[in-house]
């Protein structure tokens, strides 16, 4: 048995001990240092996938491989950011940040399995993991109406998603008397398919589907962007997001290839209908963290897109999801430094941000104007490679609607930026922004500016990652 | 006002990349980045246009529209640039290894067709082609001055650099297809375009209109296909961007003293700035193509050399220099002669010597170029011809 493959997991392990014990040890003050502990541990796990080796799996239930050790590293910069974006929110979460840095490292270790999939087990593992942190990070202000709405309905449609899951996977195993991809590949590649595999296939789909939030799984999304606490709905549209497309990346290239005639068109018919729907819906939303939310279903339709051409859109992906990872954070963070300061999330209370506070209304225009896919931001470049990749694989039909669909996103990205630039405030008073989140808020902007001009190397990374 | 350089900045490096570039991605890439700053320009720093003291249309509603035309025909050129590159199967963004590539192994001619409109499509909408042109006027009158003149002046002419550049440069099998349905729309823009022009009362839709009017000029001379045509429309890009720079720096000039761009507000203000009168008359005159302007060489190399092609749409476009000339007489007859009128009475002229450069250089190069053309159209001619003998072979 190969333990130096679960390294990064068994760090994150440890870490929630660690945790567990600090949070009992020390005074139940809100000022007291458990960020830097919770920091401290990313930073172990970031030491142990530095360390940890790119081949190899533990009895192919968890494989390593550079690929997975990519999204590793990008997974621990969203928790790192998540924990720090912690220190900005005083009130939205006041207490108890022991147990919600706890969550987080559940959460993480989830999101890391997911990351390094090589069972279907373990997909079900790692997603159980995953959410179940998520439903209680999601009510985690309990005395908030909204948030137990949030964390109910997320709660029981996420359950409903789990049980798609669990059913896709018994069939996939009445098939082939395994759960082992490689297992199930070569019975999937020998003969004709059943149609209960197939039945598999489909239910195995809207379980992920529920975590990227896909067309038709997206009910949850709006409301629980909305209730949950600001630092989870980073967490929520970035990491899991972003476990979730890669897990389902595994499964479809490397279990369903085969099949890949059918679930390439039924993925791009999905993708098609996420885009349009995310980016429609959103025009008329008058709260940012929903408008955040419908537009994170848009961005599931583009990154379906480039799964949709299998295998090669893969770099794609990569690139796609870490442009979206620092936009998305940007934006999120900077919801959070005005909820902070105003009390709300209503975007009319943004009239006139840019008077209030320069930086970060500029901060927010850069991390829009990247999700809409404006040059030189990162968000851009992403959004090429996938239509490239979209086009490579013959579907230009998909390639217009997605064309089309950077001008919708742009119309609400600029409707938010018109009231932050070209109207006044309603009340006076200027934001202020304390160190630590302004240097982050800096430095994530820095790195949107990066990507979107220096392409090669990242491209280059992700395509040998995957050994293209 | 820092940030109003910030913005104005990025737009230059925009345009300046773009004909700049001989690569497709960053063709796109600085094509997008130059659409983006126009949003703040017109939002923040724009004014509403107001007709008889009432709100006509607000300066969110321009530039939200700008903003939107632009990145819809950008985009639309950017799935016909990626199906370009898919299909030619070269691999690479690069211009000329694509040219080298299609030289060697020719795209399909009737993929080549479906391809074009795309390119065309898409970059039109910024040259503008009717009837996707409704942006830009009204785009214009709401911009400040400044932004205005850049963009009338420069960033128009990325349209139709780009369909020269990319479409018929890349697909001339497409270019031969499509080009006479080019020429029946130019001529729509430039009769159209003109109407509209000769109803507005608003200064800068005036020119905002009669701006894209002349642009139909320059696509009816790239849609002949002739060098003689091409080489004027080339020419009256630079014109035309000398002109409108001209005629936008004067209406600005106008704001900025009276406060009102209502033509019939206006009135007298020969009386009172006669250097800014004499500009408007030269103005008006370039813009109607009088001879010795280099818009009247422009606008005769492109009837010319269209003639043997299209006859009919030539003559249309001889009877747009008729129309062109009724609404740029109109403006300047409405806004500088007449009496003096009272409420403009403390209205000032360009005084300085600093303050008239501007429009002394602009004018002066219009009548250089207008009476000794020759070495700027031996330049144009010199990358034009092979163009056309590309796509005529």
């Known amino acids: 048995m190969d333990w130096a493959v679960l390294s990064v997991e068994l760090t994150a392990c440890a870490w929630i001990l660690v945790l567990l014990i600090a949070d009992l040890a020390m005074p139940t003050a809100r000022e007291r240092p458990l960020w830097i502990i919770a920091l401290g541990g990313i930073a172990a796990c970031a030491i142990a996938l530095w360390r940890a080796p790119t081949s190899g799996s533990f009895q192919g239930l968890v494989v390593a491989d550079a690929f997975g050790a990519t999204v590793k590293g990008l997974l621990l910069l969203t928790a790192g950011v998540v924990i720090l974006m912690t220190r900005a929110a005083q009130r939205q979460l006041p207490s108890n940040l022991g147990a919600f840095f706890l969550l987080l490292f559940t959460a993480l270790l989830g999101m890391l399995v997911l990351a390094a999939i090589g069972d279907l087990l373990m997909l079900f593992l790692g997603l159980e993991l995953l959410t179940f942190s998520l439903y209680i990070m999601a009510a985690y202000l309990t005395t908030d109406r909204r948030a137990i709405e949030a964390g109910m309905k997320y709660l029981i449609l996420g359950s409903v998603s789990s049980g798609f899951l669990v059913f896709g996977i018994a069939l996939l195993y009445g098939f082939a008397g395994s759960t082992h991809f490689s297992v199930l590949r070569a019975a999937l590649a020998s003969g004709p398919v059943p149609l209960t595999a197939q039945a598999g296939f489909l239910l195995i789909l809207a379980g992920l589907g529920f975590k990227v939030a896909a067309v038709p799984f997206h009910l949850w999304v709006p409301d629980v962007y909305e209730g949950a606490p600001t630092p989870v709905v980073a967490l929520l549209s970035v990491g899991s997001k972003m476990a979730g497309v890669v897990a389902l990346a595994r499964v479809l290239d490397e279990v369903f290839l085969p099949l890949e005639p059918m679930w390439g068109e039924l993925l791009a018919v999905l993708s098609a209908a996420t885009m349009c729907y995310g980016n429609l819906a959103a025009i008329p939303q008058t709260n940012i963290k929903r408008l955040l939310g419908y537009s994170s279903i848009g961005h599931a339709g583009y990154l379906l897109m480039g799964l949709s051409a299998g295998p090669s859109g893969l770099p794609a992906v990569g690139y796609y999801l870490l442009a979206y990872l620092l936009s998305n954070l940007t934006a999120f963070l900077v919801v959070l430094v005005v909820a902070e300061a105003l009390g709300s999330d209503a975007l009319e209370d943004y009239r006139g941000l840019s008077q209030r506070s320069g930086f970060v209304a500029a901060a927010l225009f850069i991390a829009l104007l990247s999700l809409a896919g404006v040059p030189p931001l990162a968000g851009f470049v992403g959004k090429l490679f996938v239509l490239l990749a979209a086009v490579e694989s013959q579907r230009l039909w998909l390639v217009a609607i997605g064309a089309v669909n950077v001008a919708i996103s742009l119309y609400y990205y600029l409707m938010v930026v018109k009231r932050m630039y070209l109207e006044r405030p309603r009340a006076g008073g200027a934001i202020r922004v304390a160190p630590l989140t302004a240097a982050l808020l800096g430095l994530l902007v820095l790195g949107i500016l990066v990507i979107g001009v220096v392409q090669e190397p990242f491209l280059r990374h992700f395509a040998a990652a995957l050994r293209l | ?393």
Request: net charge neutral; glycine share 8%.
């Open chain 2, 1 to 393: 006002v820092k940030e109003y350089y910030i913005f104005y900045l990025l737009l230059i490096t925009g345009v300046f990349g773009v004909f700049l570039s001989l690569d497709l991605f960053f063709f796109y890439f600085f094509y997008e980045m130059a659409v983006i700053p126009m949003y703040p320009l017109i939002g923040i720093w724009g004014s509403d246009v107001k007709e008889a003291g009432e709100v006509r249309f607000t300066k969110e509603y321009a530039t939200m529209k700008l903003t939107i035309y632009l990145t819809l025909g950008a985009v639309v050129a950017l799935i016909g640039l990626l199906w370009l590159y898919v299909a030619s199967g070269a691999n690479s963004f690069d211009i000329p290894a694509l040219q080298r590539h299609f030289d060697a192994a020719p795209l399909d001619p009737s993929l080549q067709r479906w391809i074009f409109p795309l390119l065309a499509v898409g970059f039109g909408v910024i040259a503008p082609i009717w009837p996707l042109h409704s942006w830009s006027p009204i785009g214009h009158a709401a911009a400040p001055s400044a932004v205005s003149m850049l963009h009338a002046g420069v960033l128009m002419k990325l349209g139709s650099y780009a369909i020269i550049r990319v479409a018929m440069g890349l697909l001339p099998a497409g270019a031969q297809a499509w080009l006479p349905w080019l020429a029946a729309l130019c001529v729509m823009n430039i009769i159209y375009g003109g109407f509209v022009a000769m109803a507005q009362k608003d200064l800068k839709l005036i020119i905002g209109y009669s701006s894209s009017s002349h642009m139909g000029y320059v696509l009816l001379g790239i849609a002949c296909l002739t060098p003689l045509a091409l080489n004027g429309a080339v020419l009256l890009m630079f014109a035309h961007g000398l002109m409108t720079a001209l005629a936008f720096a004067l209406v600005g000039h106008v704001y900025d003293e009276t406060h009102t761009r209502y033509l019939p507000d206006l009135g007298g203000l020969a009386h009172q700035a006669p250097f800014i009168a004499t500009c408007g008359v030269i103005a008006a005159m370039a813009s109607s193509g009088l001879p010795g302007f280099a818009n009247f060489v422009a606008e005769l190399l492109i009837f010319i050399g269209g003639w043997e092609r299209y006859p009919v749409p030539v003559i249309c476009g001889v009877f747009g220099v008729v129309i062109t000339a009724v609404y740029m007489l109109r403006l300047v007859r409405g806004a500088f002669f007449g009496p003096p009128k009272p409420a403009f009475a403390h209205a000032q002229d360009a005084r300085s010597a600093f303050a008239r450069l501007p429009y002394v250089v602009l004018v002066a190069v219009l009548l250089v170029v207008g009476c000794w053309p020759q070495p700027l159209i031996r330049l144009i001619d010199a990358s034009a011809r092979p163009l056309i003998e590309r796509i005529a072979r």
